[in-house]
């Protein structure tokens, strides 16, 4: 069936260091992939996106980098800072029934110390 | 922040009671889409709704079920409410182009069911 697996569960990181998030998804099929920052008791945000026809993406700090052969996308976050902390979710889209649903990975508490 | 709302905000009901949570779509989109997050989880898709007629199902059974009205602002209804039904309940909306669409979402309906 659908899925999408999303490593680490938490991450904590210093401010100014690097931080990555890595997903898999199941249904080759998927063609969009979106991520989103949540914060606590707050509405999830798009971040940023990625299509299929596309292998990397880069808005400032923020990058992601897509694989389709072996169905594994990433979220790259450069420059830390203490306002990125939040709980990251990647998403794919399969095409099923001509509609659009998001399936979600389970989230990545992030953690950035000052 | 989007254009999407959501009411209530907040929502405590008993068990086997009915629920009924609105949601505004964004200016422009005709597309809204409702997810059932559980605490610590990422969002679940429930179901989508496109002109006015449900056009795609996540794995929910009957007892939830949706309106979607000519100004594309929609409802969910949850019927015979049990416990763990308890979640934060948050709607997309989008524009559909043929493509894959993005979602973009509202604050969210926390429900508890006691």
């Known amino acids: 069936g659908e899925n999408v697996e999303q490593h680490p569960s938490t991450l904590s990181v210093q401010e100014g260091d690097s931080a990555v998030i890595k997903c898999t998804y199941s249904d080759s099929a998927s063609n969009y992939f979106p991520w989103y920052k949540q914060e606590l008791g707050k509405r999830p945000q798009l971040i940023i996106d990625?299509?299929?026809?596309?292998g990397e993406k880069k808005d400032q700090r923020i990058a992601v980098t897509l694989n389709k052969t072996a169905k594994h996308f990433s979220l790259h976050i450069t420059e830390t800072q203490p306002e990125d902390s939040a709980v990251y979710f990647c998403?794919?889209?399969?095409?099923?029934?001509?509609?659009?649903?998001?399936?979600f990975g389970a989230g990545t508490r992030l953690a950035v110390h000052p | 922040e989007t254009g999407v709302t959501q009411s209530p905000t907040h929502l405590i009901k008993t068990r086997g009671q009915q629920v009924t949570l609105r949601c505004s779509s964004q200016?422009?989109?005709?597309?809204v889409s409702w997810y059932q997050q559980a605490l610590g989880q990422g969002p679940q898709f429930i179901f989508q709704y496109y002109r006015e007629e449900e056009n795609g199902r996540g794995n929910f059974p009957p007892r939830f079920s949706g309106l979607q009205f000519p100004n594309y602002s929609s409802e969910l209804n949850v019927n015979a409410l049990e416990l763990d039904d308890s979640a934060l309940y948050l709607c997309?909306?989008?524009?559909?182009?043929?493509?894959?669409?993005?979602?973009?979402f509202g604050p969210g309906t926390r429900l508890l069911v006691l």
């Open positions: 997309a909306s989008s524009l559909r182009t043929g493509i894959q669409e993005t979602q973009y």
């Open positions: 990625i299509r299929s026809n596309v």
């Open positions: 200016s422009g989109h005709n597309t």
């Open positions: 998403a794919a889209t399969p095409i099923s029934g001509g509609y659009n649903k998001l399936i």
